[in-house]
Nanobody, 127 residues
Framework: VQLQASGGGLVQAGGSLRLSCGAS????????MGWFRQAPGKEREFVAG????????YYEGSVKGRFTISRDNAKNTVYLQMNSLKPEDTAVYYC?????????????????????WGQGTQVTVSS
């Protein structure tokens, strides 16, 4: 499975960005997908996840209500819409896929549950 993330950049606090992650190498609609982030000096943390159908989503507490994860299975792409960005959102953002096809309701939230990772895209929020 190959993942290619894009859409990062520099934005002022309160602004918005939309990250995209294109996938290839597996039937995209068979797997849950996740977004993680890693700030300098910190561990990688879960940001958002979505089931294979897109029916169910889950968010880390600090981004809930500001970020929205979605997917377009016809385009093999998962998105992360980020609104009301804060300086503490500054990090490298990674999309990830689990090692195998997912059960319908599966939504992994731990990095150890994911095997395939995109290359990361930098998001910098200035105050």
């Amino acid at each position: 499975v190959q993942l290619q993330a894009s859409g990062g950049g520099l934005v002022q606090a309160g602004g918005s960005l939309r990250l995209s992650c294109g996938a290839s190498g597996r039937t995209f609609s068979s797997s849950a997908m996740g977004w993680f982030r890693q700030a300098p000096g910190k561990e990688r943390e879960f940001v958002a996840g979505i089931t294979r159908s897109g029916e169910t989503t889950y968010y880390e507490g600090s981004v809930k209500g500001r970020f929205t994860i979605s997917r377009d299975n016809a385009k093999n792409t998962v998105y992360l819409q980020m609104n009301s960005l804060k300086p503490e959102d500054t990090a490298v953002y990674y999309c990830a896929a689990p090692p195998h096809s997912s059960d319908y309701y599966s939504l992994p939230t731990r990095s150890s549950e994911y095997t395939y990772w995109g290359q990361g895209t930098q998001v910098t929020v200035s105050s």
